[in-house]
Nanobody, 129 residues
Framework: QVQLVESGGGLVQAGGSLRLSCVAS????????MGWFRRAPGKKREFVAT????????DYADSAKGRFTISRDNAKNTVYLHMNSLKPEDTAVYYC??????????????????????WGQGTQVTVSS
């Protein structure tokens, strides 16, 4: 069983920055892709960013490109989401996710993650205008 614990959310003014962290409980962290989704009030959960198992590949939603950066530290079992130039429309609960080991995409991406993969409890990000 993989446990994911997010932190770093909070209230920030538009144009500000935050860094989200997600710590994974399992030593197999380094063999899995990691990533972030978010859910805004009244909207569906949406993909934000993903990073491959060794950090060699990253991908972002169009809304995040140029403003957000995903990174990972396998020695600390931690993935980060650095968010700059935040906008009110970035307000959401941000969730960390990683695939189950039997997924074909386990090492490459979390883009296809669904409810059967592993998810954290979420961290609230609120951007005021």
């Amino acid at each position: 069983q993989v446990q994911l614990v997010e932190s770093g959310g909070g209230l920030v003014q538009a144009g500000g920055s935050l860094r989200l962290s997600c710590v994974a409980s399992e030593r197999a962290f380094s063999n899995r892709a990691m990533g972030w989704f978010r859910r805004a009030p009244g909207k569906k959960r949406e993909f934000v960013a993903t990073i491959s198992w060794n950090g060699g590949s990253t991908d972002y939603a169009d809304s995040a490109k140029g403003r957000f950066t995903i990174s990972r530290d396998n020695a600390k079992n931690t993935v980060y989401l650095h968010m700059n130039s935040l906008k009110p429309e970035d307000t959401a609960v941000y969730y960390c996710t990683t695939p189950r080991l039997d997924r074909t995409y386990v090492r490459s991406s979390v883009y296809w993650a669904d409810d059967n993969d592993y998810w954290g409890q979420g961290t609230q990000v609120t951007v005021s205008s």
